[in-house]
Nanobody, 118 residues
Framework: QVHLVESGGGSVEVGGSLNVSCVQSEYTSHMAWFRQAPGKEREGVAVIGGGGNPLYSRSVRGRFTVARDNFKNSLYLEMNRLKPEDTAVYYC???????????????WGQGTQVTVQG
């Protein structure tokens, strides 16, 4: 079973930037970031294939950048121009589909909190 561990996150003021990272125990073709705010469903943020091609949700497109390092089995998310509605627990996920549907991902990290204040 693939194991994933996130790091980064924290608290920032509106308009600021944060980075989150994820390391997984083995390669999978697709890696993604999801987030879940209190009382809301888990939402797909960005997915990236093995070739580096990304797909973003409409809510973060143009502000967030996803990247991966296949040699390190690592996934990164650079978050800029953060808004209060970006506040959530951010999860790294591993799967085999170019999709933002959480049903297509079979392994998940424990999550890391991102809080945007202001």
């Amino acid at each position: 079973q693939v194991h994933l561990v996130e790091s980064g996150g924290g608290s920032v003021e509106v308009g600021g930037s944060l980075n989150v990272s994820c390391v997984q125990s083995e390669y999978t073709s697709h890696m993604a970031w999801f987030r879940q705010a209190p009382g809301k469903e888990r939402e797909g943020v960005a997915v990236i294939g093995g070739g580096g091609n990304p797909l973003y949700s409409r809510s973060v497109r143009g502000r967030f950048t996803v990247a991966r390092d296949n040699f390190k089995n690592s996934l990164y998310l650079e978050m800029n121009r953060l808004k209060p509605e970006d506040t959530a627990v951010y999860y790294c996920a591993a799967g085999w589909a170019f999709s933002l549907n959480p049903d297509n991902f079979h392994a998940w990290g424990q999550g890391t909190q991102v809080t945007v204040q202001g």
